[in-house]
């Protein structure tokens, strides 16, 4: 039966070739049913995720790994590539909350969607787009790896500029498309020298770790930054986050798979995934770790500042990620990996709770035109109050005992500045998060001009589902401190918890001091926005404001010079040189042409007379040389 773990990602592959010949032929033929689309989009996410359960209860009883390869794929030399499928603890891990949460996405989608014109287009990227995280966490090696990584950058271009009509967005998906292919120049970079050096008889995970002792000591340092600048643009880490805000621009279904689900985490898995070799290098691990934790704070304070809800959203996701590369920095992967399965559930929550305020205010996205929305939808109230106390750290929801672990974690591997950043984020987490929640649904003298409608059953659903799951989720890691026996960090084996070197007094301090930043930053959110009158917009002024101006910096040292540089080889090198040399030969033919038509123009008596001339030079040749 392992022949199944293909299914988890061949299912929804299927579905969306199948759903993309019914849109071609529903755009060139007949309007399909939106119900033949439908099916088979909610279907293929639920089938994975049961595949996914087999496979864990399988490891469950014997925790051996489980491959799978079907077929030779490529074969260079020595070097075979075998489309190879991996079932361990850490990759069905993934698979579980993939499918699941990416299944709750689609089933709430179904309702955002259903008056779209593109409705089944949308859905053939969006199973696309699970397929190829699948393949990325299921894949046996790096090189399959690469195929789901490179899939899940195209199946967000293609959803983040949907709706292509409008200029920006199509900006906003070259942007993503762009800036991730920078990223992934290092991750090759990274892969080839890893391949150089034992990918000569395979080049899976297993082959590599097995060979890392043969690799030169300067290789392993520079192949693991070069795989982590490929982390960077996937996760959204300073310097390559910039597309991440402006990927706001598609459907919010599509927001929420992107930051709960699918992309933005497969750099924090694929770090995971080469432990091997980062264990190896704890200065590369203390470099991730520093970035995640600069790119945590400096997120954190573009957000209280922010007034469009899905990028303070957006910001949030940046931020969040940025406590997981703290902790793969330091050596916590499943502290990391706790971090990123609570995460899935909290953040899946907001940005649905905010697809469902945006619906119901006729799209509108400026949280300080919202305002008393708690009257209108009290379902969607509830389920982001308990998404925003997750991520904001108060017990006993998720949030509070995965972040409350990485920053323990950072404690007592001894690098105090990085745990006084993450602290400090923490606050400004909670602070930007309850600025949101309080104008949204306390603000004072709101005015909605088209009036309020609530959204349907079956956008709700989905969002009491997973506020299950963001106040349940975190006693999955509940520390033995209070009780528990970390299950999740036991159960991922060599991914699990290090040894930890703090007393229990030490951790209770660290757990209380969590919790009181947490309610310092509402308490700051509460006396400024909790009775907020929304007739007073504030002024979008200063350099927070403005994002540090980080996009018009990397305007004039990047874009510019690169479109100035285009303009000048597209016309002084390819129109002034090429286009000349070209232009110029044939022009050159062209008189040629123009000589030989004199003769060649159809005129029988012409023909004719060129003929007795030849004939008659020919005569008199011959009679020459007679004589």
Request: glycine share 8%; hydrophobic share 55%.
């Amino acid at each position: 039966m392992n022949f199944l773990i293909s299914f988890i990602v061949l299912i929804p592959l299927a579905s969306a070739f199948f759903m993309g010949l019914l849109y071609m032929y529903s755009i060139t033929r007949s309007p399909i049913p939106k119900g033949w689309f439908t099916l088979p989009a909610l279907s293929a996410p639920l089938m994975s995720f049961g595949i996914s359960v087999y496979f864990f209860v399988r490891l469950m009883e014997d925790a051996t790994p489980i491959t799978y390869r079907p077929y030779m794929w490529l074969s260079v030399d020595t070097y075979d590539v075998y489309m190879g499928f991996l079932a361990d603890k850490l990759s069905i891990f993934m698979a579980l909350f993939i499918t699941f949460v990416g299944g709750l996405i689609h089933v709430y989608a179904s309702a955002y969607m259903k008056d779209d014109a593109g409705y089944g287009k949308f859905f053939a990227y969006f199973n696309l787009f699970l397929s190829s995280m699948l393949l990325l966490v299921l894949a046996d090696g790096p090189l399959i790896m690469f195929i789901g990584w490179e899939g899940v950058g195209l199946c967000s271009y293609l959803l983040i500029s949907f709706y292509f009509e409008e200029p920006l967005n199509v900006v906003a998906g070259n942007k993503a498309f762009i800036v991730n292919r920078v990223g992934d120049m290092g991750f090759l970079i990274g892969l080839a020298l890893l391949y150089f050096y034992c990918g000569d008889y395979g080049f899976d995970y297993a082959s590599i770790e097995a060979k890392m002792a043969s690799i030169p000591s300067w290789v392993i340092p520079m192949a693991g930054v070069m795989l982590f600048i490929g982390a960077m643009g996937k996760s959204a880490q300073i310097p390559l986050y910039v597309w991440l805000p402006d990927a706001m621009a598609g459907p919010t279904p599509v927001s929420a798979l992107i930051h709960a689900a699918t992309m933005v985490t497969a750099g924090v898995y694929m770090v995971t995934r080469f432990s091997f070799l980062y264990e190896t290098i704890p200065d590369v691990g203390l470099f991730i770790a520093y970035i995640g934790a600069f790119s945590a704070l400096f997120a954190a304070l573009i957000a209280t500042k922010q007034t469009d809800i899905k990028k303070i959203l957006a910001y949030s996701t940046m931020s969040q990620l940025g406590y997981m590369f703290m902790a793969v920095g330091v050596g916590a992967y499943s502290s990391a990996l706790f971090h990123v399965f609570t995460h899935a559930f909290f953040k899946a929550l907001l940005f649905m709770g905010a697809g469902a305020l945006i619906v119901m205010l006729h799209h509108e996205q400026n949280i300080f035109k919202m305002g008393q929305m708690r009257r209108f939808s009290p379902v969607v109230y509830v389920t982001m109050l308990i998404a925003t106390l997750a991520i904001a750290g108060i017990p006993p929801f998720s949030g509070f005992f995965s972040k409350d672990e990485i920053l323990l974690e950072v404690f007592a591997s001894g690098h105090y500045a990085l745990w006084l950043l993450g602290v400090a984020t923490a606050m400004l987490s909670s602070y930007y998060m309850f600025r949101l929640f309080f104008v949204v649904f306390f603000g004072k003298n709101a005015h909605h001009e088209d009036g309020v409608h609530d959204v349907s059953l079956v956008m709700k659903l989905p969002l009491i589902l997973l506020a299950v799951g963001a106040l349940m989720s975190g006693f999955l890691g509940l520390p033995e401190l209070l009780g528990g026996s970390h299950w999740m960090g036991s159960w991922l084996g060599e991914w699990g918890r290090r040894g930890l070197h703090v007393s229990h007094q030490t951790e209770w301090i660290l757990i209380a001091l969590n919790i009181l930043v947490s309610l310092v930053g509402i308490g700051i959110a509460y006396v400024k926005f909790g009775q907020y009158d929304l007739r007073k917009m504030p002024a979008m002024k200063g350099v927070i404001a403005h994002k540090f101006y980080v996009d018009e910096f990397y305007d004039k040292l990047f874009v510019r010079p690169l479109s100035h540089l285009s303009e000048w080889f597209a016309i002084g090198v390819d129109v002034n040189k090429v286009d000349a040399i070209v232009m110029g030969l044939s022009r050159g033919f062209i008189r040629l042409g123009r000589l030989v038509a004199v003769v060649q123009n159809a005129n029988v008596r012409l023909y004719a007379g060129v003929m007795i001339l030849g004939i008659s030079a020919m005569a008199l040749y011959l009679i020459a040389i007679v004589r």
